[in-house]
């Protein structure tokens, strides 16, 4: 499986915001994010950083 899971950074620190992130839709205001199950969630945010690699999308409030 290629899913990743996407953390807010909040200062320091990450937080898990979704696991198993399929899609990553960038919008005017943020980004929708979809996971391998259909469920959708949008946050104002950036990409701050993506390692696939290590499957871990790092966002960072807008």
């Given at each position: 499986m290629?899913?990743?899971n996407a953390y807010l950074k909040d200062g320091a620190e990450e937080v898990l915001f979704m696991e198993a992130?399929?899609?990553?839709?960038?919008?005017e205001e943020g980004l929708k994010i979809v996971d391998i199950y259909g469920k959708q969630k949008f946050i104002r945010a950036?990409?701050?950083?993506?390692n696939l690699l290590n499957h871990r999308i790092v966002l960072e409030k807008g």
């Amino acid at each position: 499986m290629c899913e990743a899971n996407a953390y807010l950074k909040d200062g320091a620190e990450e937080v898990l915001f979704m696991e198993a992130v399929d899609i990553i839709e960038p919008h005017e205001e943020g980004l929708k994010i979809v996971d391998i199950y259909g469920k959708q969630k949008f946050i104002r945010a950036v990409i701050k950083d993506m390692n696939l690699l290590n499957h871990r999308i790092v966002l960072e409030k807008g």
